[in-house]
């Protein structure tokens, strides 16, 4: 990694772009959002400019105090994230409190962050760590697995938007029912199984990757995922 | 090929994420139980297709924003920033460790009796039954289970008095 250029004030991209971070604060990111602008309006400046950088070079720059890296990696991972914590946590809600909590603890991690280990390395087990103890402290409460595609989710008033609308009801129904006995399917499955396929599947996770936020080796990962998958193709069979 | 490697490499090889190689292609050609198999994971992964993740809501941001306007409007305790500095972490940890090591060489911090008490004990439990000592104590330590016999005895007094001659 080039360390002059972390140095620099502007997180200028290798491209040559000049849009700096410190123009992009201006602009507004979360905090300046924060202070009465739309969620969310102002934060494209700060992704434009740090285009070229990778993630670890960006939380370096979060590190010496740059908001508008910090907003760069917020609005990178934010989707990601809530949909890695939906399937892990099984609740809305909860994915988005989860999801938030990471990136709060990456923030307050940022002094001690080093660039040895690759971010997303990083981040995924932060996530992971926090959504094996949230399901682990949540197995007795959490009632039967449902999902409703017409009912409003009943702590965010919003309603799952995956419906088809070339659908007639009666397929939506048939969907609907194959959605839940996958979730119920996944969600039987051994933890780090199940980690290691939302990983793999829904997060488009190479074995290498998985390998090293499971603390794995990358044979042990590959042969936990087979097992996985064929675990889910014996149960999931009546559906395909 | 073996049979072993392409199951290793089946995962990625059914969702799309690995490369087919020449190697691979003809180990498939000519292994119907592995061409099999590929075929079936292929099917369980768009039916996995289908279970899809909602959007972050319109709040998420602002939440995110409010909870890090918290984080930052929070002082930093100067205990655990010191507690953050890993030398003086570990120079704390090897106090405790001293302090422990201390309290449990100069006998663990249990209860234990004066000497002249442990001594007094130790003539109560030698004292000879028979002799004016040994009386005594067993007097003062049996006293309930003698009043209880005097009790018994007028009892008896009494059955007697009551008894037809």
């Known amino acids: ?240 | 090929m073996k049979c072993e490697e392409i199951r290793a490499v089946m995962p990625d090889l059914a969702s799309g994420l690995g490369e087919v190689t020449p190697a691979i292609s003809g180990h498939l050609a000519g292994c119907a139980a592995c061409a099999g198999k590929l075929e079936e994971f292929r099917k369980t992964m768009a039916l996995l297709d289908e279970w899809q993740a909602p959007e972050p809501s319109p709040y998420f941001d602002v939440r995110l924003q409010a909870r890090l306007r918290e984080e930052m409007a929070k002082p930093q305790s100067a205990w655990m920033a010191w507690l953050r500095r890993p030398v003086l972490a570990a120079a704390l940890s090897v106090l405790m460790a001293i302090g422990v090591g201390l309290f449990v060489r100069e006998g663990g911090g249990g209860y234990q009796p004066a000497n002249n008490m442990i001594a007094n004990n130790d003539a109560i439990v030698q004292a000879e039954p028979g002799t004016a000592v040994g009386d005594l104590s067993a007097l003062e330590k049996n006293n309930d289970l003698y009043s209880d016999f005097e009790l018994l005895d007028d009892l008896q007094v009494q059955h007697d008095v009551g008894a037809n001659p």
């Open chain 1, 1 to 240: 990694m080039d360390t002059r250029e972390l140095e620099g004030e502007q997180l200028s991209p290798r491209n040559g772009v000049q849009s700096g971070v410190s123009t992009a604060t201006m602009d507004g990111g979360i905090l300046m959002a924060s202070l009465g602008a739309r969620p969310g309006a102002g934060l494209q400046p700060a992704l434009a400019g740090a285009e070229g950088y990778t993630d670890a070079e960006v939380m370096l720059r979060v590190k010496s105090g740059d908001q508008a890296a910090f907003d760069f990696l917020v609005q990178k991972y934010r989707r990601p994230l809530v949909s890695f914590m939906y399937r892990m946590a099984r609740n809305a809600a909860a994915a988005e409190d989860l999801a938030q909590e990471v990136f709060l603890r990456v923030y307050r991690s940022r002094q001690s962050y080093e660039a040895s280990a690759k971010f997303t390395t990083w981040l995924y087990r932060i996530a992971t760590n926090l959504a094996v103890n949230h399901a682990r402290d949540t197995r007795r409460e959490r009632p039967e697995v449902t999902i409703s595609l017409d009912e409003p989710d009943q702590e965010t008033g919003t309603t799952m938007d995956v419906r088809d609308s070339s659908m007639t009801a009666e397929e939506n129904l048939v969907r609907e029912e194959r959605m839940a006995a996958i979730r119920r399917k996944v969600e039987a499955l051994p933890e780090r199984q199940r980690t290691a396929v939302i990983m793999h599947k829904y997060q488009q996770m190479d074995y290498r990757q998985i390998a090293e936020v499971l603390k794995l080796s990358e044979s042990a990962t590959k042969s936990l995922l087979f097992r996985a998958y064929e675990s889910l193709r014996e149960q999931l069979k009546e559906f395909v």
